[in-house]
């Protein structure tokens, strides 16, 4: 069973990669985004993720609207589950390049990615990041800069906060979680500590169906924050917090 399903993977990817070099090129902006929902939505249920919308999602589907979109982050579904719910240009860390065939098609759909600790590399990916939301690019980002297993939330890096002020568009809020059947939060998806990405694949595939839940918050003007970053990203943080039944504590770096 487990070989049948690594194989339903494996000939998905080379599906996504032939995509990648051959359809892309012909496609409009739009049209890629629906390539990149539904590839997305098809390798989901290959490792039986459904994804759970709470909240309307009306607004987040309507063509051209820049914005951005800021999560916590648990898992390397995670990219996935929101493309789901609406495609979008993801910053990622450096390291997700090197996943295998996944970090391909993540640099394929213009993933940004960042190195951390380097504030050269932040200081591009931000310019990056408020040329394309002008463009009228929706983009996302982590700002836990890693993964954190779920019942906690880590500080936010308070950087990248600066790009929907400077652009003035309003920032969207995710709160993530994954749970099981019975409904209690899933740690089979975390992907923390040593785990290798092969190792995790292999865990999702194994375990039971898991529900992706995305909870909508209200979204947050870069104006109502006094156009302060750091305000900005404790705001976005007690909001995620308060959705994960969590306490906000320092919640900045």
């Known amino acids: 069973m487990i070989g049948l399903r690594l194989l339903r993977v494996a000939l998905h990817v080379l599906a996504g990669l032939l995509i990648c070099s051959l359809v892309f090129p012909l496609l409009s902006a739009a049209g890629r985004r629906r390539q990149i929902r539904r590839w997305s939505a098809r390798l989901l249920r290959i490792f039986r993720v459904s994804v759970d919308v709470v909240g309307d999602a009306a607004g987040l589907h309507a063509e051209g609207l820049p914005g951005v979109i800021v999560a916590n982050h648990v898992s390397w579904l995670d990219i996935f589950v929101i493309n789901t719910m609406q495609p979008c240009r993801f910053v990622a860390k450096s390291e997700i390049r090197d996943w295998p065939l996944l970090g391909y098609l993540c640099a394929r759909s ?144």
Do not use: W
Request: charged share 15%; net charge neutral.
């Open 110 to 253: 213009d993933t940004i990615f960042i190195s951390r600790g380097s504030r050269r590399d932040v200081r591009a990916t931000f310019k990056n990041l408020v040329a394309g939301i002008e463009a009228g690019e929706r983009v996302a980002f982590f700002p836990e800069g890693t993964t954190a297993a779920q019942g906690t939330l880590l500080p936010f890096h308070a950087n990248l906060f600066q790009a929907p002020i400077d652009a003035a568009v309003p920032l969207q809020p995710l709160a993530l979680r994954y749970l099981d059947p019975q409904g209690r939060l899933y740690a089979g998806v975390d992907y923390i500590g040593e785990t290798t990405f092969m190792e995790s694949m292999l865990v999702i595939l194994r375990g039971p169906p898991v529900k992706a839940q995305i909870v909508l918050l209200a979204p947050i003007a870069g104006a109502s924050t006094a156009g302060n970053r750091r305000a900005l990203s404790l705001a976005t943080h007690a909001a995620i917090a308060c959705a994960l039944g969590l306490v906000a504590q320092e919640a900045v770096s």
